[in-house]
């Protein structure tokens, strides 16, 4: 069993940065690759970034690709998302998620809101 809490999310003005961070509890959150994901009021959640136990693979969302990057810390079980340059279209609850190796989706946290203003 893997308990993930999200922080980090806020109110920023479009062009600012935020990073989130995503802390896991046990002494099992290095096996499992992490990710986060977003959504929308009226939308579906969508990904955005992932990344594998070891840090050695990422992938992103087109829409995020360039501007934001996922890195993990497994010393202190925290995946992080440094968000830059923000669009209001950015505006959503963000969701880290723990997957098994296959990249299937195990455990999810609460979610932190992230609003950013035009």
């Known amino acids: 069993q893997v308990q993930l809490i999200e922080s980090g999310g806020g109110l920023v003005q479009a062009g600012g940065s935020l990073r989130l961070s995503c802390t896991g509890s046990?002494?099992?959150?290095?096996?499992?690759?992490m990710g986060w994901f977003r959504q929308a009021p009226g939308k579906v959640r969508e990904f955005v970034a992932g990344i594998s136990w070891s840090g050695g693979f990422t992938n992103y969302a087109d829409s995020v690709q360039g501007r934001f990057t996922i890195s993990r810390d497994n010393a202190k079980n925290t995946v992080y998302l440094q968000m830059n340059s923000l669009k209001p279209e950015d505006t959503a609850v963000y969701y880290c998620?723990?997957?098994?190796?296959?990249?299937?989706?195990?455990?999810w946290g609460q979610g932190t809101q992230v609003t950013v203003s035009s």
């Open positions: 046990g002494r099992t959150f290095m096996i499992y690759n």
């Open positions: 998620a723990a997957a098994s190796r296959s990249w299937e989706l195990d455990y």
